[in-house]
T-cell receptor, first 115, second 114 residues
Framework: GNSVTQMEGPVTLSEEAFLTINCTYTATGYPSLFWYVQYPGEGLQLLLKATKADDKGSNKGFEATYRKETTSFHLEKGSVQVSDSAVYFCALSDAGGTSYGKLTFGQGTILTVHP | NAGVTQTPKFQVLKTGQSMTLQCAQDMNHEYMSWYRQDPGMGLRLIHYSVGAGITDQGEVPNGYNVSRSTTEDFPLRLLSAAPSQTSVYFC?????????????FGPGTRLTVL
């Protein structure tokens, strides 16, 4: 079945540091890949997505590239801010067969950015 | 366009009580789902629906019922609440047949069972 593995957290950084959160996946088909962000006390929001190999998703300074050869979708940001403190979830959607519409999530990575 | 709405935001129940968590979306999405979020365990799928009149079980369905009589609404029923059901519950919707599989989430319901 499908699965998503994220790097262990939590991650603590100083403002303006470089961020990488690793994400690898296992899927039977050709999934779409997503990063969601959850700010304290809120629901999940879509941060970025990529639908095919070598696609790069980007939003709010965050980027992730769909690497089929390494089955990875690592999240990066060149300079984090305190306001980026949140929980980040990697997810995949494999639209085939009984997986229609379903998202498989990683366990989430807590990011804390200090001034 | 309100997106996905959930009520209530907070609820405290006693063991054995029943209740319904409400979820509605105004985006004409075909796919709706319920997740629970527990510390260190990410999001786990409880039940989902691919359209009105069609529901199916997810990863952790025991103790929960759902129905989908309209496209807009997807309530989650707790039949006899247990402390193990203390969690944050999220409803989500999407439109997979459009080719866009991203799910839109509601703000969540924080449930405590005493």
């Amino acid at each position: 079945g499908n699965s998503v593995t994220q790097m262990e957290g939590p991650v603590t950084l100083s403002e303006e540091a470089f961020l990488t959160i690793n994400c690898t996946y296992t899927a039977t088909g050709y999934p779409s890949l997503f990063w969601y962000v959850q700010y304290p006390g809120e629901g999940l929001q879509l941060l970025l997505k990529a639908t095919k190999a070598d696609d790069k998703g980007s939003n709010k300074g965050f980027e992730a590239t769909y690497r089929k050869e390494t089955t990875s979708f690592h999240l990066e940001k060149g300079s984090v801010q305190v306001s980026d403190s949140a929980v980040y979830f990697c997810a995949l959607s494999d639209a085939g067969g009984t997986s229609y519409g379903k998202l498989t999530f990683g366990q989430g990575t807590i990011l804390t950015v200090h001034p | 366009n309100a997106g996905v709405t959930q009520t209530p935001k907070f609820q405290v129940l006693k063991t054995g009580q029943s209740m319904t968590l409400q979820c509605a979306q105004d985006m004409n999405h075909e796919y709706m789902s319920w997740y629970r979020q527990d510390p260190g365990m990410g999001l786990r799928l409880i039940h989902y629906s691919v359209g009105a009149g069609i529901t199916d079980q997810g990863e952790v369905p025991n103790g929960y019922n759902v129905s989908r009589s309209t496209t807009e609404d997807f309530p989650l029923r707790l039949l006899s609440a247990a402390p193990s059901q203390t969690s944050v519950y999220f409803c989500a919707s999407s439109y997979p047949s459009s080719g866009r599989n991203e799910q839109f989430f509601g703000p969540g319901t924080r449930l405590t069972v005493l």
